[in-house]
T-cell receptor, first 110, second 116 residues
Framework: EDKVVQSPLSLVVHEGDTVTLNCSYEVTNFRSLLWYKQEKKAPTFLFMLTSSGIEKKSGRLSSILDKKELFSILNITATQTGDSAVYLCAVTNRGGKLIFGQGTELSVKP | NAGVMQNPRHLVRRRGQEARLRCSPMKGHSHVYWYRQLPEEGLKFMVYLQKENIIDESGMPKERFSAEFPKEGPSILRIQQVVRGDSAAYFC??????????????FGPGTRLTVT
């Protein structure tokens, strides 16, 4: 059965800290891995990764995919209180649907 | 360019009533996906539609739930004879045609269904 596992499930840090969120997956006919940020509303798209070893960056956020070891990480540097949210990892196969992990709830304290 | 639109944003139904949830995809997007987020649970896939076609409904409950994406108008997720366990946030996502080679899915604001 296809599955996506995220760790940790929750994380509390202080402003300015750097965090690393993990996502491992098992899926048949892997196509892409996506990261979303959810703040009590719709998931907001962050990154889509299809190739191993190519880092994607957007401001203080970056992500990379390892298709051999079947995992991805999402890094957030110099965290701010506005980064507090649930971060969702999802994988698509050729069928198109997103298979989500449980999410990592990040809380950034001032 | 408007994002994915869903309405209503909040819907309250009594047990046994019907719920209709609407989703208008982003302009130029022809693929629509519905997901459900139960309280304290992750997002679960329900159904994937293209115009006038159901591509994958493997996540839909076998009874009471149906979905359509007509040639004109929004996609509709219909829940008949709602029960308390249907209370959840229902999200719609859209993506562009495959020929554009982008598999990103963009989510609407969701419809929060409460069954009393």
């Amino acid at each position: 059965e296809d599955k996506v596992v995220q760790s940790p499930l929750s994380l509390v840090v202080h402003e300015g800290d750097t965090v690393t969120l993990n996502c491992s997956y098992e899926v048949t006919n892997f196509r892409s891995l996506l990261w979303y940020k959810q703040e009590k509303k719709a998931p907001t798209f962050l990154f889509m990764l299809t190739s191993s070893g190519i880092e994607k960056k957007s401001g203080r956020l970056s992500s990379i995919l390892d298709k051999k070891e079947l995992f991805s990480i999402l890094n957030i540097t110099a965290t701010q209180t506005g980064d507090s949210a649930v971060y969702l990892c999802a994988v698509t196969n050729r069928g198109g649907k997103l298979i989500f992990g449980q999410g990592t709830e990040l809380s950034v304290k001032p | 360019n408007a994002g994915v639109m869903q309405n209503p944003r909040h819907l309250v139904r009594r047990r046994g009533q019907e719920a209709r949830l609407r989703c208008s995809p982003m302009k130029g997007h022809s693929h629509v996906y519905w997901y459900r987020q139960l309280p304290e649970e992750g997002l679960k896939f329900m159904v994937y539609l293209q115009k006038e076609n159901i591509i994958d409904e493997s996540g839909m409950p076998k009874e009471r739930f149906s979905a359509e994406f007509p040639k004109e108008g929004p996609s509709i997720l219909r829940i008949q004879q709602v029960v308390r366990g249907d209370s959840a946030a229902y999200f719609c996502a859209s993506s562009p045609p495959e020929k554009i080679a982008s598999y990103e899915q963009y989510f609407g604001p969701g419809t929060r269904l409460t069954v009393t």
